[in-house]
């Protein structure tokens, strides 16, 4: 609780321990855990922050004298006064039920963790870097993992933003090529071989499914979503880009402009992973202004010291 003062009530031994930086509290499921912790309380925090999953019962409390301590500062209403960390003996959870503690295998152990974690996740309602698939289209969030306590070295999942908005520019030109193409062909104008044409329309045509059937379905959950559930729609992003640049290839006719258009894609996505793979390696760490020349959009969530120099 750092620099914060502890505050103890006089005539009440019930208490809620809340976080000043999260504005959630410290909270108890009433559940023990398995054999492999000890069967001890399961202790978490919650942002909801009212109710007897919060509370908790002190006994036997006893305070050092506090030397200097005026009697103004003491009164008989049941008043808070600052005091020093109390010897706290006995705390239990006010609503704990009792359960029967069983040794539990390997295997049951796992299943037992992997369920409390989907039901953990199933019952988010709300997150501060959570974010919507449309969101992870464009890039407008990002999601910090961690920040140094000392410096402005962090973790933060950026991506390249520079190769994920020209894919997205790429696939958005996509269907008016492919509706041109078909056009042409019903006509009888055969702009490609058979062989190629066969060959660009399947592989770009499976990418596309791919990306579509790793973003599609989670714009129908309701349940809070953060940025790495895209992350597997993103190789084939980057597979398509690389199939629609070469049909520009076989297209062109211009060495130069092929050559050109290589270079240019190149420094492009270059340029992007220098700026970024400070967050996606934790190092080096950047100074403040450098982690502010970094904020692209508005809705990023960059980390930085204000004690830090520039």
């Avoid at 031994?13 to 909270?27: D, K, P, W």
């Avoid at 020093?84 to 037992?112: C, G, K, T």
């Avoid at 970024?276 to 190092?283: E, L, N, V």
Wanted: proline residues 6%; hydrophobic residues 45%.
């Amino acid at each position: 609780m750092g620099e914060y003062p502890i505050y103890w009530s006089n005539d009440e031994v019930v208490l809620r321990i809340t976080h000043i930086q999260s504005s959630q509290a410290l909270s108890a499921t009433g559940e023990r855990l398995p054999e492999w912790a000890f069967g001890q309380i399961e202790v978490t925090t919650n942002r909801v922050t009212e109710g007897g999953h919060t509370k908790w019962k002190i006994e036997n409390l006893s305070v050092p004298h506090i030397d200097g301590l005026a009697e103004d500062d003491i009164s008989d209403g049941g008043s808070l006064h600052p005091a020093p960390p109390p010897v706290m003996e006995n705390v239990e959870y006010i609503e704990q039920d009792s359960l029967i503690r069983r040794v539990m295998s390997f295997f049951e152990s796992y299943a037992d963790l992997q369920a409390r974690m989907f039901n953990a996740h199933g019952s988010l309602s709300e997150h501060t870097f959570s974010s919507r698939p449309l969101e992870w289209v464009w890039l407008t969030k990002t999601l910090p993992y961690w920040l140094d306590d000392h410096s402005n070295a962090q973790v933060t999942l950026v991506g390249n933003p520079m190769l994920w908005w020209l894919a997205n520019y790429v696939m958005i030109t996509y269907p008016i090529i492919m509706s041109l193409y078909v056009v042409r062909r019903q006509r009888l104008i055969f702009d490609l071989p058979q062989g190629e044409w066969q060959q660009w329309w399947v592989g770009s045509a499976v990418l596309l499914a791919g990306w579509l059937l790793h973003l599609v379905p989670y714009m129908s959950v309701s349940r809070v979503l953060f940025l790495h559930h895209y992350l597997p729609a993103v190789p084939f992003l980057c597979m398509f880009l690389a199939v629609m640049l070469e049909h520009f290839t076989y297209y062109c006719t211009y060495p130069r402009i092929n050559l050109l258009a290589h270079v240019a894609i190149v420094t492009v996505v270059l340029y992007g992973f220098i700026m970024f793979f400070p967050f996606a390696y934790g190092y080096p760490a950047l100074s403040n202004d450098q982690v502010l020349s970094r904020q692209w959009q508005p809705l990023w969530h960059l980390l930085y010291h204000r004690t830090v120099g520039p």
